[in-house]
């Protein structure tokens, strides 16, 4: 009976020890890409704001329906806020910018040629939002489309 409480209290430990570790927040993974305009778009230049990062294709229909509402994070939260999209479909860029264009996205549009989708993934379905905090900790990943109101209560929470 003594083997099987030690071994329970040994099981828990373990368990209680990987959750622990499990539930640190990760540090966000450097990068410097170029948007589709040629501009530099260094990753860490962002820290200090809450950080969107989401991965998309022109294709997919929850990403064109996220877009707007990022559109609109970036344009009430300027100061706070970045919002950095990467094109993880490696589409035509003549494509992507008439995607840009169509939405009237006002913040960086980039296509991951460097491989960064491995950064932050796998990434197996799309879209993808990482959102990292203003200490640069990952502190959400979503796969899937969510509305304007799930990014703005994580806005309100880490800032």
């Known amino acids: 009976m003594k083997k099987i409480w030690g071994f329970c209290l040994l099981f828990f430990f373990i368990?209680?020890?990987?959750t622990a570790l499990y539930a640190q927040p990760q540090?966000?993974?450097?990068?410097?890409?170029?948007?589709i305009s040629g501009n530099d778009i260094k990753l860490s230049d962002h820290k200090g704001k809450v950080i969107f990062l989401?991965?998309?294709?022109?294709w997919c229909p929850?990403?064109?329906m996220e877009m707007p509402d990022f559109n609109d994070i970036a344009k009430?939260?300027?100061?706070?806020v970045a919002v950095i999209a990467i094109n993880v479909d490696n589409e035509p860029e003549l494509n992507i910018r008439e995607f840009v264009n169509?939405?009237?996205?006002?913040?960086?549009?980039?296509v991951d040629t460097q491989g960064l989708s491995q950064l932050y993934g796998p990434i197996r379905a799309i879209p993808v939002?990482?959102?990292i905090d203003k200490d640069f900790l990952i502190a959400e990943r979503y796969v899937g489309a969510r509305s304007r109101d799930v990014f703005e209560e994580d806005i309100k929470r880490l800032q």
């Open 54 to 58: 989401n991965f998309f294709a022109t």
């Open 15 to 18: 368990v209680s020890m990987c």
């Open 62 to 64: 929850p990403c064109r």
């Open 102 to 110: 169509e939405q009237g996205l006002v913040f960086p549009v980039c």
């Open 76 to 80: 009430a939260y300027p100061d706070d």
């Open 27 to 35: 540090q966000a993974h450097d990068f410097v890409i170029k948007d």
């Open 129 to 131: 939002t990482i959102v």
